[in-house]
């Protein structure tokens, strides 16, 4: 098993940034595939960014390309979403989550451990 906590949301601009962090409780964290997620209210849960357990192979969300960057640093425990340009749009809950030794990693369903999210807000 694997217990995740997101922090670094908060309140900022347009065209601000933010960076999150979701750190991994657990032994086993280089053989997670990782990703980031957001729900926004009156919205479904959408995939932002994924970051493969085999290879760190990065994927993103159209909406994000080329404004967010996803890492990871095994040796920490932990992965990062990098937001630069934020958008009103941006404004939801931000989730991270982790499922072990996959290689899908655009389905929410398909990841086993969430973390609690962290509010990211985006002013106009």
């Known amino acids: 098993q694997v217990q995740l906590e997101e922090s670094g949301g908060g309140l900022v601009q347009t065209g601000g940034s933010l960076r999150l962090s979701c750190a991994a409780a657990g032994r086993t964290f280089s053989t997670y595939t990782l990703g980031w997620f957001r729900q926004a209210p009156g919205k479904e849960r959408e995939f932002v960014a994924g970051?493969?357990?085999?290879?760190?192979?990065?994927y993103y969300a159209d909406s994000v390309k080329g404004r967010f960057t996803i890492s990871r640093v095994n040796a920490k425990n932990t992965v990062y979403l990098q937001m630069n340009s934020l958008k009103p749009e941006d404004t939801a809950v931000y989730y991270c989550a982790a499922d072990r030794y996959s290689d899908i990693y655009y389905l929410s369903h398909k990841y086993d451990y969430w973390g609690q999210g962290t509010q990211v807000t985006v002013s106009s």
């Open positions: 970051i493969t357990w085999r290879g760190s192979n990065t």
